[in-house]
């Protein structure tokens, strides 16, 4: 299973390259802000948001290039590019068949999906925008980042609601052990679109209360949630690659297992004893916020131990993505040997974090109310 | 693959031609196209092209075989979860498979517009509203509840207490093969001993408007590989496998329909609709196919072309083929005119298609072929044919983004008869 993890990419509402990201986490900062949103009909709404700052191709990616990608298509490839960049990997001398993607994402191009549909409801039937529909496929992501770099391995896209991305984390380690590939780009992304935002109000999912403008708070949520959106990705290789690595999954598995028996069926016995930190996917909802209390007391009598759990979507948001932003957060906090304390409600709680060594091995645990569950470990390279 | 094939125990299908296996062979059989009419919702084009709907009642077909999902919660499910439903109904019946050995299985499904035949309905209402100035309102939001793909996955995994590995692959009109393929790595990585694995897609406006904007509809319908084929025809439907380790299977002693043998992919990296001139990444897939089922090309009875009918593919899957297995060296033929491209189930669908030949030694007819294409001479099966020896066969699912995912599948054991 061993993989290691040899540079990551994002572009999110703390930053949109991994040294700011990393800056943002380390100094407590929120990535949310009031944004405008205009609804269908017209109507607008400011509202907290963590939307992605842009994201800056210049000198990562070709312009023509450019121009065929929407919004989430470059938060993800320069995602990608950012990865690579720090991986020290120059994409032309990959062996274009041994070097792949796996991506995830739950709702693919949004925007462009919206702006497909609405040109033949406005037009007609018979003048839909071609364009708009092949940029709209869930996969396209995936396949820019391909298309970019020449790569012409395997090219997947996973979609399991708020678990995309470890989704497709863990059939990435998975392709990395059949030896199918030796490079592989693995990352996530979802946009927020006013569309998505409308919707989540009609539902009372997001939050539209400008007072919230600090961001969520995962540790006492309430309901509704305050939405992100954001792209990362993280290059993974082969554990014999000669790459200086940044960190190393020991494990991963997802399921529908109940509450800690897919920990239980990852964690070896060593593994048990050498983590020290773990990380989940509580976000903004109060109403999940028991479930996740629930799954968290479950991991503590799992490893015998109370381990402190940290997430950091009070910093950069709650998205469907926001697993591949969390994933990048680890590694940072493994590589950096540091711990980021976490943001809530724009406060910054050092006391979670009180008195915690630099972590050497992280659990990371993500439940969906779907009942599909994955876990992984990273360590120390 | 080639040291350790996978067993194919269920097989379930919902296209076209019909809700069944049993449906299928009398349409290959028959030469009879389930092409028809589009009447699931109405369109500006529906009078100009013919589209592969299921013209079936599948909340009904669904609701006399249903097992733990309610009434309540059919209702809300969108048409590509019925179709994936009805499917593995029939792939897990025809298993065997009781619940407790169901239950650690995991369910892998490729998709492409998941429960887009809701989720654009209600938006549609959504946008006419605001056209119009009328006030938005909540009535029908269920609809944008089932738009995401791992809907369908949750509720076969809900329906047959599933707690192993579930996800939805999207990989446009490969997903289906690709979901297979995947599913059955992990068996045969011992990860799992049964994976339930297909593809589903319904018919919907996004895609009927936006296969017509790119110019790839044809108004008579597929003919694929034929030198005068001007297009594809878009069609619906769902097909799902029910797959087993060797060890599983004979253990229990389930009658093993196919072998799943090889799994090969591969990305154009070309253009994000065309693919490769050469064929070059169809190539490719075929090739790591056979080479993980341990295979070589002379070992190949049929070929189940992706042949969608639209001029690029048919010419560059043609010289792909060519290329690997000779010019006219391995029968080929492309069932698109039975069903429409039913995109993500397209190559689940195909994967019945194909397990259906190997247990009756027939290939299915290239419907609607008149003058072969130039391009590369092919051997297309023009009628269904006897194949007496046939013990190996391959699947070929291309989709956007030069996405291509091959699967070979061959006959358990035994000589060829």
Known sequence: MAAIITGVGVVSSLGADPVSFAKGLRGGRSGCALHDFEYLGGRKVSAPAYLAMPADAKGLIDPKKLRRMDRLSRMCAVSARQALAMAGIDASTLNPARTGVVFGTAFGAMATTQAFVDSWLKQGERHASPLNFMNSVHGIMASLIALDLGITGVNLTLSQRDLSFEGALVTALEILESGEADTLIVGAGDELTPLLHDFGARVHYVNLDAANARGLDPFAPTDPTVPGDGAAVIVLERADSKRKPLAKFEAAAMGRLGKTDLAAKLLSSDLRSIISLATTNRGGSKRAAAHFARRENALDGLLGRELVKLTHRGNFGDSPSAGALQCVANVLMLSGGEVFAPLAAGEIRRDLVAGVAAPTAILHDAASVSGTHAAYVLTQA | ?417
């Not at chain 2, 990585?189 to 904007?213: P, Y």
């Not at chain 2, 070589?296 to 010289?319: C, F, M, R, W």
Request: hydrophobic content about 40%; overall charge neutral.
């Open chain 2, 1 to 417: 693959m080639g040291s350790t094939p996978v067993a194919i125990t269920g097989l379930g299908l919902v296209s076209a031609v019909g809700a069944s296996v049993t449906a299928l062979r009398a349409a290959l059989d028959r030469g009879q196209s389930g092409l028809r009419r589009l009447t699931l919702f109405e369109s500006e084009l529906a009078s100009e092209f013919p589209v592969g709907q299921y013209d079936g009642d599948l909340v009904a077909d669904f609701a006399s075989v249903r097992r733990k999902l309610g009434a309540r919660e059919i209702k809300r499910l969108s048409r590509s979860d019925l179709l994936a439903l009805c499917a593995t109904a029939q792939a897990v019946n025809q298993s065997g498979l009781a619940d407790a050995a169901l239950s650690p299985a995991g369910v892998y499904l490729g998709h492409s517009v998941c429960g887009t035949n809701r989720s654009e309905a209600y938006y549609i209402d959504c946008f006419r509203r605001a056209q119009d100035g009328r006030e938005q309102t909540r009535a029908g939001i269920a609809n944008l509840m089932v738009h995401e793909a791992a809907q369908s996955v949750d509720a076969i995994a809900r329906e047959y207490g599933l707690c192993g590995p579930s996800t939805s692959l999207m990989t446009a009109c490969s997903s289906g093969a690709n979901a297979i393929g995947r599913a059955a790595w992990l068996i045969r990585q011992g990860r799992a001993d049964v994976m339930i694995a297909g593809g589903t897609d319904s018919l919907s406006r996004i895609t009927l408007n936006g296969f017509n904007a790119l110019q790839l509809v044809a108004s008579d319908g597929p003919r694929p590989f034929d030198a005068e084929r001007k297009g594809m025809t878009v069609g619906e439907g769902a097909g799902v496998l029910v797959l087993e380790s060797l060890d599983h299977a004979r253990k229990r002693g389930a009658k093993i329909l196919a072998l799943l043998s090889g799994y090969g992919h591969s990305c154009d990296a070309h253009h994000l609709t065309a693919p490769h001139p050469q064929g070059a990444g169809a190539f490719a897939a075929m090739k790591s196919a056979l080479i993980d089922a341990a295979l070589q090309p002379g070992d190949i009875g049929y070929v189940s072309a992706h042949g969608t009918s639209t001029p690029d593919n048919d010419k560059t899957e043609a010289l792909a083929v060519s290329r690997l297995f000779g010019e006219g060296a391995v029968p080929v033929s492309s069932t698109m005119r039975f069903f429409g491209h039913a995109l993500a189930a397209s190559g689940a669908i195909k994967a019945v298609v194909c397990v259906d030949a190997i247990q009756r030694r027939t290939l299915p007819q290239n419907l609607g072929l008149r003058t072969p294409l130039t391009e590369s001479r092919l051997d297309l099966v023009r009628e269904p044919r006897a194949a007496a020896n046939l013990r190996h066969v391959i699947s070929n699912s291309f989709g956007f983004g030069g996405n291509n995912a091959v699967l070979v599948f061959s006959r358990e054991s035994g000589p060829a008869a």
